[in-house]
């Protein structure tokens, strides 16, 4: 379990991150979205912020050996690969300019992370599903 648990930790560590840095540089900043109200886009901002949070709270409140946490886990890698892959398509939000080269490399990338959540949550699972033999 230890491994499944590292891999984890790690994986969403650089998922927040790489959430911390689309939300609070410039990337996102530099794109319009003049079709949205700014309620809309205040509650996109929301969201982002508050996927942001769970996952640090999941990283301080460590992963415990509870099938719970691997399964608020594999929801948190949904949510970010649910993120990146609609921005990516250019389903939500649409910005009248088309987004840079370096946005798009961290949102591949942030993407590729969600993917990498999501299997080292679903083996964390299994591991803690399987009792350690002593």
């Given at each position: 379990?230890?491994?499944?648990r ?84 250019n ?15 961290v949102?591949?990338?942030g ?24």
């Amino acid at each position: 379990m230890n491994k499944a648990r590292i891999a984890v930790l790690a994986i969403l560590t650089l998922s927040v991150i790489n959430l911390c840095f689309m939300i609070f540089s410039n990337l996102v900043g530099m794109r319009a979205f003049p079709d949205y109200s700014p309620m809309v886009m205040t509650l996109f901002n929301v969201f982002l912020i508050t996927l942001g949070l769970l996952s640090i709270w999941q990283l301080f409140t460590g992963i415990d050996g509870h099938a719970m946490r691997g399964k608020i886990l594999l929801l948190l890698a949904v949510e970010f690969f649910a993120v990146y892959v609609a921005d990516i398509a250019n389903i939500f939000p649409r910005s009248t300019e088309p987004m840079g080269q370096t946005p798009f490399a961290v949102e591949i990338f942030g993407a590729v992370l969600a993917v990498l959540l999501f299997v080292s949550a679903s083996w964390y699972i299994k591991a803690v599903n399987v009792p350690e033999s002593v």
